[in-house]
């Protein structure tokens, strides 16, 4: 099994920025792709970014492109958001996933069996 937990989260302004962690731990050499999600309230989970096993390739949905990174240094089993420029609409629980399969850095839920439980960013306008 594998154990994932986020931190970071918390309340800033319009166009603050902000870094958040995840930190796996347990059967850590199982894992390939990660990604962060978020929900809203009232709305469903969605992919934010997905990043490969060596960090060479990463996914973003188009709604971060240019505002969000995704990294991750395996030494640390640690994957990280980098957010800049944030928005009230980013307003959300951000949520940690990983994946015990090379999945392209999917945008599915599916895709990956391990979750955190999850960090709370708010932006306030």
């Known amino acids: 099994q594998v154990q994932l937990v986020e931190s970071g989260g918390g309340l800033v302004q319009t166009g603050d920025s902000l870094r958040l962690s995840c930190a796996a731990s347990g059967r850590t050499w199982t894992i390939y792709d990660m990604a962060w999600f978020r929900q809203a309230p009232g709305k469903e989970r969605e992919f934010v970014a997905g990043i490969s096993q060596s960090g060479g390739s990463t996914q973003a949905a188009d709604s971060v492109k240019g505002r969000f990174t995704i990294s991750r240094d395996n030494a640390k089993n640690t994957v990280y958001l980098r957010m800049n420029n944030l928005k009230p609409e980013d307003t959300a629980v951000y949520y940690c996933?990983?994946?015990?399969?090379?999945?392209?850095?999917?945008?599915?839920?599916?895709?990956?069996?391990?979750w955190g439980q999850g960090t709370q960013v708010t932006v306030s306008s």
């Open positions: 996933a990983a994946s015990n399969l090379a999945v392209g850095q999917s945008s599915r839920r599916q895709a990956y069996p391990y």
